[in-house]
């Protein structure tokens, strides 16, 4: 990410080229958050295209890549890959899941990925969280507002969240 923070970055290659001639060669996560010592957060970012379905499946899609990564990990350290915990979330403006009771879903997939990461030795949860406002629209704020802006983020539904 620009503005030299080291915390944020976007557009982190997922899979990119693996399959030859395939469709959907390139795939990257939206943005990823470095939220601490070993803790991430990596969200799938919409704002006017598909559905939250859509944007889960994706997102797990992504989660499964990563789990397979660090089972079976490049010959070059990662710290993404050494992570300990991983938040997964999908990023949105509120009227995007306004049609949707998203509540059961959102709670299934947690309790999923979080049963999955106990399993393979990780914390792992799953969540959506609402775009603030000023995001949702151009013209987009410089980059240190950006990142502030990001950081106010809000769950969907609280309460909802192990991680």
Same mark, same amino acid.
């Given at each position: ?7 944020? #970055? ?15 060669? %390139? *795939? ?29 499946? $994706?997102?797990?899609?992504y989660a499964s890549a990563?789990? &397979?990564? %660090?089972?079976?990990? /490049?010959? %070059?350290?990662?710290? &993404? ?16 899941? #306004? /049609? ?5 879903? $959102? ?29 949702? *629209?151009?013209?987009? /704020? ?10 106010? %983020? *809000? ?9």
């Amino acid at each position: 990410m620009r503005g030299g923070r080291i915390d944020w #970055a976007n557009q982190i290659p997922v899979a990119s080229g693996l399959i030859s001639g395939a469709a959907d060669g %390139r *795939r990257a996560l939206d943005l990823a958050y470095r939220s601490g010592e070993r803790r991430f957060q990596l969200i799938e970012l919409k704002i006017a295209s598909d559905t939250p379905l859509y944007a889960a499946v $994706e997102l797990l899609g992504y989660a499964s890549a990563w789990l &397979l990564a %660090r089972a079976d990990p /490049p010959a %070059r350290s990662s710290v &993404l890959l050494e992570a300990k915990h991983v938040d997964f979330r999908v990023l949105a403006p509120a009227p995007y899941y #306004a /049609p949707f009771d998203l509540l059961p879903l $959102e709670a299934s997939l947690n309790d999923g990925v979080c049963s999955l990461g106990e399993r393979c030795g990780v914390s792992l949860s799953f969540g959506f969280d609402v775009l603030p406002p000023q995001l949702s *629209r151009p013209p987009l /704020p410089d980059d240190p507002t950006l990142l502030e802006l990001l950081s106010q %983020r *809000r769950p969907l539904h609280d309460g909802n969240r192990h991680g």
